[in-house]
């Protein structure tokens, strides 16, 4: 099946990426020039330079390869981030989105279309809403929240008004390697290894360690969208979770003793959010009806992603 990756250089892209090529099937991406990663930075003859922003750049690369799978994965896709580039989150999320559905629906119109939805649409909810199930309504809080809620209706809409067949995955957090450091796990590993390379005193900087997020291994997260087009029906938005969640100061404490460091931990006002959920916990029902099973436990993650920042620094 030919596949085109947006976004390939990114954590869930590159893993994407890896399981079509293992099936032998011919795989191609599109990246940014400013893409940033040591992916991006190889001489891959596979990767496209081009931003989901030009229309014709990118029609241009769907009529060249007229692909069968297209896995949508180009995004500003930090939620921590988003609040200071509100407008670049918008403009990407949404307006790339409208470019790769119409490109899709116009060059390869029987084609399948993976897109990256996202848990932060739920938004505005308690503890006592969890775990959440895919029928409740979305009522994002955040810049990213609401751009991904939006990307998430484009979906729909391009499905239900010209049958293109897009599978909407509700992401909620992967862990992986290859990630920036703009999320609290890879942001704790980062300090750690730099602290255990001696390249920072022993002092790690957090923000909110209150709240509780479901994390999910990118793997094991790639393995169930997968699963999605296999055993999924196009429309029909699936939570990609585990069904369990970590309170961050919990996921703060087992890298620590898997670094196996004396660390003093001090509060940064400059890492909390204007908002920030308490509990983001999603119910996998749909998804463990299919047959998903997760395969990395969360420490196994943990000693991947850790691992991964030292060998990076």
Same mark, same amino acid.
């Given at each position: 099946? %030919?596949?085109?990756?947006?976004?390939?250089?990114?954590?869930?892209?590159?893993?994407?990426?890896?399981?079509?090529?293992?099936?032998?099937?011919?795989?191609? +991406?599109?990246?940014?020039?400013? &893409?940033?990663?040591?992916?991006?930075?190889?001489?891959?003859?596979? $990767?496209?330079?081009?931003?989901?922003?030009?229309?014709?750049?990118?029609? /241009?690369?769907? %009529?060249?390869? @007229?692909?069968?799978?297209?896995?949508?994965?180009?995004?500003?896709?930090?939620?921590?981030?988003?609040?200071?580039?509100?407008?670049?989150?918008?403009? /990407?999320?949404?307006?790339?989105?409208?470019?790769?559905?119409?490109?899709?629906?116009?060059?390869?119109?029987d084609a399948r279309v993976i897109i990256a939805c996202s848990s932060a649409g739920y938004g505005n909810i308690r503890p006592e809403d969890c775990p959440l199930v895919e029928e409740r309504f979305l009522r994002p809080i955040t810049p990213?929240?609401?751009?991904?809620? &939006?990307?998430?209706?484009?979906?729909? @809409?391009?499905?239900?008004?010209?049958?293109? %067949?897009?599978?909407?995955?509700?992401? =909620?957090?992967?862990?992986?390697?290859?990630?920036?450091?703009?999320?609290?796990? @890879?942001?704790?590993?980062?300090?750690?290894?730099?602290?255990?390379? +001696?390249?920072?005193?022993?002092?790690?900087?957090?923000?909110?360690?209150?709240?509780?997020?479901? =994390?999910?291994?990118?793997?094991? +997260?790639?393995?169930?969208?997968?699963?999605m087009l296999e055993k999924g029906e196009p429309g029909d938005p699936i939570n990609i979770c585990t069904g369990k969640a970590y309170k961050i100061s919990d996921i703060l404490n087992r890298l620590i003793r898997l670094s196996g460091l004396?660390?003093?931990?001090?509060?940064?006002? &400059?890492?909390?959010?204007?908002?920030?959920?308490?509990?983001?916990? +999603?119910?996998?029902?749909?998804?463990?009806?299919?047959?998903?099973?997760?395969?990395?436990? $969360?420490?196994?993650?943990?000693?991947?992603?850790?691992?991964?920042?030292?060998?990076?620094?």
């Amino acid at each position: 099946m %030919k596949t085109l990756i947006t976004g390939i250089t990114g954590m869930i892209g590159t893993h994407f990426a890896r399981m079509t090529r293992d099936k032998g099937w011919p795989t191609v +991406g599109i990246a940014r020039n400013s &893409a940033s990663s040591r992916i991006a930075a190889s001489p891959d003859p596979d $990767i496209i330079r081009v931003d989901i922003l030009d229309r014709d750049a990118l029609e /241009n690369v769907v %009529k060249d390869f @007229q692909p069968e799978l297209v896995i949508h994965m180009a995004a500003q896709a930090f939620n921590s981030i988003s609040w200071q580039t509100e407008e670049s989150t918008h403009l /990407n999320n949404y307006q790339g989105t409208v470019n790769v559905l119409r490109a899709s629906q116009r060059i390869v119109p029987d084609a399948r279309v993976i897109i990256a939805c996202s848990s932060a649409g739920y938004g505005n909810i308690r503890p006592e809403d969890c775990p959440l199930v895919e029928e409740r309504f979305l009522r994002p809080i955040t810049p990213y929240g609401v751009s991904k809620a &939006a990307t998430e209706c484009l979906g729909y @809409q391009y499905f239900v008004n010209y049958g293109l %067949k897009v599978f909407l995955p509700r992401l =909620f957090i992967h862990v992986g390697t290859g990630h920036p450091p703009a999320t609290a796990i @890879q942001n704790f590993a980062r300090q750690l290894a730099l602290i255990a390379k +001696g390249k920072l005193e022993p002092e790690v900087r957090v923000g909110n360690l209150e709240s509780a997020r479901d =994390f999910i291994d990118v793997r094991d +997260g790639v393995a169930a969208m997968m699963m999605m087009l296999e055993k999924g029906e196009p429309g029909d938005p699936i939570n990609i979770c585990t069904g369990k969640a970590y309170k961050i100061s919990d996921i703060l404490n087992r890298l620590i003793r898997l670094s196996g460091l004396d660390i003093k931990v001090e509060t940064d006002q &400059a890492l909390f959010r204007p908002s920030d959920e308490p509990l983001l916990l +999603g119910d996998n029902s749909k998804l463990q009806a299919m047959g998903w099973e997760q395969t990395y436990s $969360i420490d196994q993650t943990l000693k991947a992603v850790y691992e991964d920042w030292l060998s990076r620094i």
